[in-house]
């Protein structure tokens, strides 16, 4: 079976480009990349269900998630701090959650706030 050339180029591209995003050279989109790895993965302890929230720490709204990100430094930054953490009291998301994050996960986070923590507003909102 042979690939058409056009095709394979396609798939090389979007690899190159998948692969740039991860390294951290592409700009890092809050609504594309970093709200939806919250929503599955924080949003059940720090979202906008009162009943079910930890810490007084709200990661859906940008005012509560400050308190956790130090712009443009990730290493100072707690949010960072939780994710990268060996502790299991201190790991976020909690072991016991069953849902890790993965390190593609993981970078973007860490070069999203390395790049400012950009908060956008959710496309509905938006006028």
């Known amino acids: 079976m042979r690939i058409k050339p056009i ?6 591209i979007s690899l190159c480009l998948l692969n740039l995003r991860a390294e951290g050279t592409e700009k890092v989109s ?3 990349d970093i709200r939806p790895i919250l929503a599955d993965r924080c949003f059940a302890c720090h979202g906008p269900d ?6 007084g720490l709200r990661l859906d709204l940008k005012e509560s998630a400050q308190a956790v990100i130090t712009h443009r430094k990730s290493k100072q930054s707690e949010l960072v701090e939780r994710i990268l ?7 976020m998301p909690p072991i016991e959650f069953g849902k890790p994050l993965d390190k593609r996960q993981i970078k973007l986070l860490q070069q999203w706030v390395k790049q400012g923590g950009d ?3 959710h496309w509905s909102l938006r006028p």
Request: proline share 4%.
């Open 119 to 121: 908060w956008e507003e």
């Open 50 to 55: 009162a009943e079910s929230r930890e810490a």
């Open 85 to 91: 953490s060996t502790d299991p009291d201190l790991k």
């Open 7 to 12: 095709k394979f180029l396609v798939v090389i």
């Open 30 to 32: 809050f609504n594309r």
